[in-house]
């Protein structure tokens, strides 16, 4: 780093000596205008010269430019080395330093800003991407209003595990901001309002501070268990010149963190159970964070001809593989592994919903004296405010690490606790689970078939028919919002990491749309086509990111679940009803009251189509879905959003 040289003016330096001048005693404006030096009077009939003619009428000079790098400067200096590709956010006066320095100074590439309706888009454009490509974006929020928005999205990243980036504008100095508006934006501690669910955050007081925490941030958010970081910045630190305090300013050089491993003594008791086991089953939930994952996992499952219950938020394991099983092998298990989980009571119990009073009632799932292994790196980052850690599950071997990075440890031991008299029973073992996962998949098939020619289109149909469109693409299924019975996970053949993507975490509504957009970036880039199922409750949170995607040119194919309503919510109040012996009043709509989303019906097709979307629809016949869906392929192929809306049944 080249050292600045040191400014003639700065805020600091200027406040310094106003605060000298009002302890000299208290002058107001008024006198301290009487009590400068006289100007030098001129002759009032000479010509004004270039110099008093741009005083008079052209905008007052920005102190930066006589005065040294701008802060903000630096910052981007910082965030360039940390290979950035977007910045996906809704501009803010609180950070119009680094806004303005991202677009001139940083000549808006790398990372390269990109204009966001809502900051809740902003986060999940980040966490979306994420998951498709395995980089980090930043996003930049206002001061208390932006972050406010943002706040449902970064929960939804933070149960996800998934790493974001926040910069929050803020203007901190009481004394010098501006009043009215820019003060109702700023907060002494803007970072509260996320900080029981980011994995850590500061508000740096100068360039050197920033340069730290930045990167310091990266390396939090990056090293499993990944998670959203936060940093209030402030607004004077980004307008004012660098300062380096006589010592030269410096950036920090990442490097990334080894993940943290499962305890060896715990991974070699877990091997000796699995090995003894008779019925061993594998439950991953977030397990493989890379393709890599995906391929120890199967090693593993083959070792132990165990069957895998995938339960879906990342792809972790090939459905198409034979020892791919549902949940209800649980309840035959002798000893269950639980890797990533983020549910390990509700995986082992069984909960019903609205018993006699009203609660719900527990089932345990296990046979007496199943064990119970766990690898999660989440045990590693509990805070105690919210409640994503769910139910406390007694486990007899747990240990506090990444799966992924212990499974070469695990498979090593495994191997060798497998005794040679266990290897028939063990063979044997898998052909039991490939004859049963064969039926299940008949099965399958079977129920997909029911009510095929229906319309409102069937969900089974809505997922066969879209597939039929993309199957010979190297397609991503970025997104599958609302319930469409889980026909993607069920019918599509998920054999690679990017062919899913899990869902929100925090299942809080609104992700499905502008995570969507995110990965479809992430996959743009790396040349993969990408589909979101895309139901009309959670586009309606904010549509706006189908301008964003159209605006930056971001291919997605979204298929709409169009059942025109909130219909989780339907079988809610519906079933309450029914409990409670009453009719539940649907008013003029199809569902209780304050459920549907009808009367009048929203058109998506044109809404996406206002915002630079290729759209068609509404498609009510099933026989209309796959010509339509093929124009729609087409479309994205050539590097546009398109838009099916299609009137499905319930879920
Ligand atoms: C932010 C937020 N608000 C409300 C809910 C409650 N909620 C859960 S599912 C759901 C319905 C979502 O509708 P849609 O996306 O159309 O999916 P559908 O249930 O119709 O398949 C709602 C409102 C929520 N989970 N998150
Ligand atoms: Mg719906």
Not at 16 to 38: I, Q
Not at 61 to 66: D, S, Y
Not at 264 to 283: F, N, Q, S, Y
Not at 423 to 436: H, M, S, W
């Amino acid at each position: 780093m080249p050292k600045e040289t040191a400014p003639k003016f700065n805020r600091r330096n200027f406040l310094a000596a106003a605060a000298v001048a009002g302890a000299a005693g208290a002058v107001s404006p008024a006198e301290a205008a009487t009590a400068l030096p006289e100007p030098q009077r001129l002759p009032s009939a000479l010509p004004p010269n270039a110099h008093v003619a741009a005083a008079e009428t052209g905008a007052p000079e920005m102190p930066a430019q006589e005065n040294g790098k701008p802060g903000s400067d630096f910052m981007v200096d910082v965030i360039k080395t940390l290979d950035i590709k977007y910045v996906p956010a809704n501009p803010a006066s609180s950070y119009r330093g680094l806004h303005e320095s991202l677009i001139n100074y940083g000549k808006n590439t790398m990372p390269e800003f990109l204009t966001c309706m809502h900051e809740e888009s902003g986060v999940a454009m980040c966490h979306g991407y994420f998951k498709a490509t395995g980089k980090p974006l930043m996003t930049v929020v206002h001061g208390v209003v932006g972050l406010q928005h943002a706040a449902m999205a970064v929960y939804n990243a933070w149960c996800d595990r998934v790493p974001v980036l926040i910069v929050g504008g803020n203007d901190l100095d009481a004394a010098h901001r501006a009043p009215g508006v820019p003060t109702f934006h700023s907060g002494q501690d803007i970072n509260a309002i996320v900080r029981d669910f980011t994995k850590w955050d500061d508000t740096p007081v100068s360039a050197q501070h920033f340069a730290q925490s930045f990167v310091r941030m990266y390396k939090i958010a990056t090293t499993p268990p990944y998670g959203p970081v936060m940093m209030a910045l402030d607004g004077g630190l980004q307008m004012e010149p660098v300062r380096d305090f006589g010592e030269p300013l410096y950036i920090p050089k990442f490097f990334p963190s080894a993940p943290p491993q499962g305890d060896l003594a715990a991974v070699r008791e877990a091997a000796r159970l699995l090995a003894g086991a008779e019925r061993p089953v594998i439950v991953v939930d977030r397990m493989a964070r890379t393709p890599n994952g995906v391929d120890l996992l199967v090693e593993l499952a083959e070792l132990l001809q165990a069957p895998v219950v995938d339960q879906g938020n990342r792809m972790n394991f090939p459905n198409t593989h034979y020892l791919s099983r549902p949940p209800t092998v649980i309840g035959q298990a002798d000893v269950i592994i639980g890797m990533e989980l983020s549910d390990y009571w509700g995986t082992v119990n069984g909960f019903v919903d609205n018993d006699n009073n009203g609660f719900g009632q527990n089932v345990s799932k296990l046979k007496p004296g199943t064990k119970l292994i766990s690898i999660s790196s989440v045990d590693l980052l509990t805070k105690s405010n919210y409640q994503d850690f769910q139910r406390f599950q007694s486990i007899d071997v747990s240990m506090p690490g990444d799966a992924e990075a212990t499974l070469p440890s695990l498979i090593d031991a495994v191997k060798s606790a497998i005794g040679n008299d266990r290897k028939d029973a063990i063979a044997k073992r898998g052909d039991t689970v490939r004859q049963a996962h064969a039926k299940g998949l008949d099965g399958i098939k079977q129920a997909a078939a029911i009510a095929w020619d229906a319309s409102p289109v069937s969900t089974a149909r809505l997922l066969m028919e879209t597939y039929a469109q993309i199957k010979d693409l190297d397609w991503s299924l970025v997104s599958t919002s609302g319930n469409t019975s889980n026909w993607a996970n069920r019918l599509w053949p998920m054999e690679k990491h990017h062919r899913w993507l899990g869902a929100s975490g925090g299942y809080g509504i609104g992700y499905g749309a502008p995570a969507s957009v995110g990965a479809a970036l992430g996959n743009r880039d790396l040349g993969r086509f990408s589909v979101s199922i895309q139901s009309d409750g959670d586009l309606m949170f904010a549509p706006g990111v189908l301008w964003t995607a159209a605006r930056h040119k971001i291919p997605l194919l979204a298929v709409m679940h169009n059942n025109r309503g909130y219909h989780q919510e339907v079988m809610h109040v519906q079933r309450l009803s029914n409990f409670r012996n009453r009719v539940a009043n649907i008013g003029n709509d199809l569902g209780p009251i304050g459920t549907s989303i009808m009367n009048p019906d929203i058109e998506y097709h044109k809404l996406a189509e206002s915002m630079g979307w290729w759209a068609k629809g509404p498609i009510t016949d099933p026989a209309d879905l796959g010509p339509t869906i093929k124009e729609a392929v087409a479309v994205v192929k050539s590097g546009q959003p398109a838009l099916v809306n299609v009137v499905t049944q319930p879920r």
